[in-house]
C-alpha cells in the first residue's frame, strides 16, 4: 500500500492535520509560528480536500492583511489634502 503525500497535513494517531508555517512578514499577527487545525478525520480522501479548503481560506486572509499593510497609491494626496484643510482653518489662508 502506497502512502499518500497531501500538501499541509500530517497524520497522528489516525487523524489528519492542517499545518502551515507562518509568513515571516506577518508573524507580528500570532502568538506561535506554526498553525496547526485538526480536520477531524481519518479519510486521507476527505483530508485533501478539507486541507485545500483551509489552505484557500488562509492564503486570502493572509493576502487581505498584507493588502491592508501596503501603502496604496494615492494615499498621501489625501492626507496631504486633509492637511491643507487644518491649515486652512487654522491660519485663515484659502488654499484651493
Not at 502568538?31 to 481519518?42: A, G, H, K, N
Request: proline share 3%; glycine share 4%; net charge positive.
Amino acid at each position: 500500500m502506497q502512502t499518500i503525500s497531501i500538501p499541509y497535513t500530517f497524520n497522528r494517531d489516525g487523524y489528519y492535520y492542517f499545518t502551515r508555517r507562518v509568513p515571516k512578514d506577518l508573524a507580528h499577527h500570532y502568538s506561535r509560528l506554526r498553525i496547526v487545525e485538526c480536520l477531524r478525520t481519518t479519510s486521507a480522501k476527505q483530508a485533501k480536500m478539507q486541507a485545500q479548503q483551509a489552505n484557500a481560506k488562509l492564503e486570502a486572509y493572509w493576502a487581505s492583511l498584507r493588502v491592508a499593510r501596503a501603502s496604496l497609491p494615492g494615499a498621501s494626496i489625501n492626507i496631504s489634502y486633509k492637511y491643507l484643510i487644518l491649515l486652512e482653518a487654522g491660519t485663515g489662508i484659502a488654499f484651493t
